[in-house]
């Protein structure tokens, strides 16, 4: 038999604090809650594949910009590594753009030296 000394008071549903009176722009403001901006400057385009090195070894393919910013993406909207190479991948082309995506390899080998900007850093602005 459950203990009910406390059952009025408890799995009770909150009242709505306000009454909502113009919902076209509180529809339009759930709306925009969902919407993805991505800004990428004609710069960070011209930087997203690495410059060649002229020491020996393989060359890089994608430059630490990019990294960074598949990897901001990712800790921004907490994905997987696999996640954001799909992320970038259906984003990239929606913008029109023909650059080649980072792999989820490549992204977790370039990771392990990227200072990330993480929770024990405290709040994080991405701009």
Same mark, same amino acid.
């Given at each position: 038999?459950?203990?009910?000394?406390?059952?009025?008071?408890?799995?009770?549903?909150?009242?709505?604090?306000?009454?909502?009176?113009?919902?076209?722009?509180?529809?339009?403001?759930?709306?925009?809650?969902?919407? /993805?901006? $991505?800004?990428?400057?004609?710069? @960070?385009?011209?930087?997203?594949?690495?410059?060649? #090195?002229?020491? +020996?070894?393989? %060359?890089?393919?994608?430059?630490?910009?990019?990294?960074?910013?598949?990897?901001?993406?990712?800790?921004?909207?907490?994905?997987?590594?696999?996640?954001?190479?799909?992320?970038?991948?259906?984003? /990239?082309? $929606?913008?029109?753009?023909?650059? @080649?995506?980072?792999?989820?390899?490549?992204?977790? #080998?370039?990771? +392990?030296?990227? %200072?990330?900007?993480?929770?024990?850093?405290?709040?994080?602005?991405?701009?």
């Amino acid at each position: 038999m459950p203990f009910k000394h406390n059952a009025a008071r408890r799995h009770r549903i909150g009242r709505m604090k306000f009454k909502v009176t113009n919902w076209p722009e509180y529809e339009a403001g759930l709306r925009r809650r969902g919407s /993805l901006t $991505l800004w990428l400057t004609p710069e @960070a385009l011209a930087m997203w594949l690495a410059p060649r #090195r002229t020491t +020996r070894g393989g %060359q890089p393919r994608y430059s630490d910009l990019a990294i960074e910013t598949a990897l901001t993406l990712g800790l921004v909207f907490g994905l997987r590594l696999r996640q954001v190479e799909g992320l970038l991948g259906s984003v /990239l082309p $929606l913008m029109g753009l023909a650059l @080649a995506v980072p792999d989820h390899t490549t992204l977790s #080998r370039r990771a +392990r030296t990227w %200072q990330s900007p993480n929770k024990a850093h405290g709040r994080c602005h991405v701009v």
